[in-house]
């Protein structure tokens, strides 16, 4: 088994990188295709703000904050149901404080007090895994949630402002001689 040290390096390694793909988004973009007898089209002219009607709507916020509140649910959940399956595991009970236990067990992996001949590094390095991805899949819904945020929208269209906010229609059935009234608007 690695020492301490250069596990709780490689740990850290491995919580760092997980932060940083979730943290690092980029917008994907592909050149247009053009005639290949053509020349190769010039530098892409790109602004800092998309036009108005390229943005989301202003629902894609709550569905943001939405989507990141269950991811960080779900992933909890899985720390909390394995913490209370495994008790005696060592950084169990770290695994139940929301978003910052998982990075509290990941430090504690190891054998504890368990005799060296008992301990598997299978079993190690699998609750090491498995830690590892509940970290960042919390800390990604804390992400999403954050980035839904800071998200821009567009603005609310607002239905058009009639003078009138109903009309009334006289109607008639020549089949049975009836004459009525019919009400039609906007409520």
Known sequence: MASRPASRVLHAFLGLTGLAACFSTRVASADPVGDPGLEAPGPRATSAQPAPDE?????????GLIGGAATTAAWYGL???SSYLWPDALGAKDLRIPVAGPWIAISH???G????????KVVVVLRAIATTLDAIGQAGGIAIMGQSLFLPTR??????????????????DAGNNNLGFGVVGTF
């Open 109 to 111: 992996t190891g054998c």
């Open 155 to 172: 603005e609310r269209e607002e239905a058009p402002k009639h003078s009138r906010l109903f009309e009334i229609h006289p109607t008639f």
């Open 55 to 63: 943005l989301p709507p202003p629902s894609a916020r709550w569905n």
């Open 79 to 81: 720390a909390l149901g």
């Open 113 to 120: 007090t368990v005799a060296l001949a008992e301990c598997s």
